[in-house]
């Protein structure tokens, strides 16, 4: 078996192994196992083309994949950072650490408040952040 055809396979894993665990890491090791696998005709040094290998996936692990994690990431997806924080809501009721309910645009959300104070029904709240379907608030001044 000829070094390229090793490099084809190894390629051929990562891009399964990044298909069935989507987390852009062996991606890296794919992406360097094609480059490597033509390299293989003109460099017969095989622990050079194993440390080209390792030094393409660093480099390819540390520039590629978090552009591609960025662009792919389900927040731009979803646009739901962008969307509700800085926005004014009212509180359907009390809002503490714990528990309480918001209403934005007419639909109903969980809520939380930061900094451990109680924000009293029918009060007016700003979204500081989120975290999946409960919304951050604090007293809108």
Not at 32 to 61: D, E, G
Not at 101 to 127: F, H, M, N
Request: aromatic share 14%.
């Amino acid at each position: 078996m000829h070094f390229w055809e090793i490099f084809g396979i190894c390629a051929i894993i990562f891009i399964i192994l990044e298909i069935c665990v989507p987390s852009m890491f062996f991606l890296n090791f794919a992406l360097a196992a094609v480059i490597c696998a033509p390299l293989t005709f003109f460099i017969k040094n095989v622990p050079a083309l194993i440390v080209i290998f390792f030094v393409l996936s660093f480099v390819s692990f540390i520039f590629l994949r978090p552009i591609l994690v960025n662009k792919f990431s389900k927040e731009h997806e979803t646009g739901m950072q962008s969307k509700y924080i800085g926005k004014t809501a009212k509180a359907e009721t009390e809002i503490n650490g714990e528990s309480g309910v918001i209403t934005l645009y007419g639909e109903r959300w969980e809520a939380r408040c930061e900094d451990g104070e109680t924000i009293p029904q029918g009060s007016e709240v700003k979204i500081v952040r989120n975290e999946s379907l409960i919304m951050y608030v604090e007293l809108n001044k």
